[in-house]
């Protein structure tokens, strides 16, 4: 069975720093990644989709990478806004047919101004 | 830009009582999914929905959920008697083939 787990729970940086969020995954047979952005009370913003086969995937200040073989994804955000405050879901779909994207707990970012 | 929408943004309801949440996929989407989230809690999957049948479903879809795609343009998730651990917000989600899943803004469910 997938499990996705997401470190940190929760992350307070400065505005203008660099920062990682991570992304780990039990099954390493993916089929792809998916990266959301979730505002308090709103719905899921998608923000980046990697395929299995590929390494990395980048949005304007947003990069995420992919290790499939070892289970893990990050994504790195550059020059960190108070706007990018939010909390940040990583999903993955399971290679075998399934249409499911489960997902991990998400990391809460807040930027302080 | 195509969007997912959802009605109502927040639904409050009595015990037993039966719902009805709305969706509208985007247009040119075949796959079509519902998802929850329990205040605090991962979200999760509950149905996909593909050819005008349910294609997978989870363990929490039980009995008193059902899904329907009444017409061309909606999507239907109904809970035939609510009950208190029900109360979750409820996503709609819709896709291409193996593609990028968007989520609708969510109908919050409070079961009373």
């Known amino acids: 069975k997938q499990e996705v787990t997401q470190i940190p729970a929760a992350l307070s940086v400065p505005e203008g720093e660099n920062l990682v969020l991570n992304c780990s995954f039990t099954?390493?047979?993916?089929?792809?990644l998916q990266w959301f952005r979730q505002d308090p009370g709103k719905g899921l913003t998608s923000l980046l989709l990697?395929?299995?086969?590929?390494r990395e995937q980048t949005s304007g200040r947003l990069n995420a990478s992919l290790d499939k073989s070892s289970g893990r994804s990050t994504l790195y955000i550059a020059a960190s806004q108070p706007g990018d405050s939010a909390t940040y879901l990583c999903?993955?779909?399971?290679?075998?047919?399934?249409?499911?994207?489960?997902f991990g707990k998400g990391t809460k970012l807040t930027v302080n101004p | 830009e195509p969007e997912v929408t959802q009605t109502p943004s927040h639904q409050v309801t009595q015990m037993g009582q039966e719902v009805i949440l709305r969706c509208v996929p985007i247009?040119?989407?075949?796959?079509f999914y519902w998802y929850r989230q329990i205040l605090g809690q991962k979200v999760e999957f509950l149905v996909s929905?593909?050819?005008?049948?349910?294609?997978?479903k989870s363990e929490i879809f039980d009995d008193q959920f059902s899904v329907e795609r009444p017409d061309g343009s909606n999507f239907t998730l109904k809970i035939r008697s609510t009950k208190l651990e029900d109360s979750a917000m409820y996503f709609c989600?819709?896709?291409?083939?193996?593609?990028?899943?968007?989520f609708g803004p969510g109908t919050r469910l409070t079961v009373l």
């Open positions: 989600a819709s896709s291409g083939v193996w593609d990028t899943q968007y």
């Open positions: 099954d390493s047979a993916i089929y792809n």
């Open positions: 990697i395929q299995s086969s590929q």
């Open positions: 999903a993955v779909l399971t290679q075998g047919g399934s249409e499911k994207l489960v």
């Open positions: 247009s040119n989407h075949l796959y």
């Open positions: 929905f593909y050819n005008n049948e349910i294609s997978e």
